[in-house]
């Protein structure tokens, strides 16, 4: 695990899980060390030296280099990983053309962070699936979290969502097949955790107590809704 510069920039081959980051604030950075947490093999790419001597040791491999510039990719051997990530936010321009060349490239599996509504639209229109942005994304998120008794939420697509809270104490006490919660409130507890124990899917028999945690799915406003009963 070294670090390099762009005269002897290592090539990782496109083994399974193979994952380059490119960028590496605070955003990148997590992600790339997540990723290796996870088992995945890392290639992060920044231009400061700073931050590349920083993760030396920490991801598979770690680069200074200029990622705007195509003969730059090709030495990274960018192509071969499976998926590629642009986390760079504070230089927009470098950001979109650095996707741009990886899009000309031909690399599939690309994400893309995006600072702002017009720069999501940007890369939206370039042509990258996945566009992510973690600020707002985050935003909303604990928006939910502060307005009910939801302890994590997260938003699948437009209109659903998946969160967990504890049971409001109507709902304590009794089975769930009592309890009517789909037809009632038109949402589904789809696992409960019991304190002190894992968590475990609910059935039709599941009695939840004060203390345990419930895992619900359904439509935000719905799930919004729910998490406000006492």
Known sequence: ???SRTGGIPHITGTAQTVAVIGLGRF???LALELMRTGAEVL??????????????RLSRVVQADTTKPEVLEQLGVTSFDRVVVAIGSHIEASILTTSLLLRAGVKELWAKAVSKPHALILEQLGVPHVVRPERDMGRRVAHLVRGSMQDFLRIGDD???VTMKPALALTGA?????????RYDVTIAAVKPAGQTWTYATAETVLGPDDLILVTGATERVEHFAQLR
């Open 175 to 183: 089975p769930l097949s009592e309890l009517s919660i789909r037809r």
């Open 28 to 30: 990148g950075t997590a």
């Open 44 to 57: 992060g790419v920044d231009g400061s030296e700073e931050i590349v001597q920083g993760l030396n040791g």
């Open 160 to 162: 659903f969502s998946l």
């Open 1 to 3: 695990m070294a670090s």
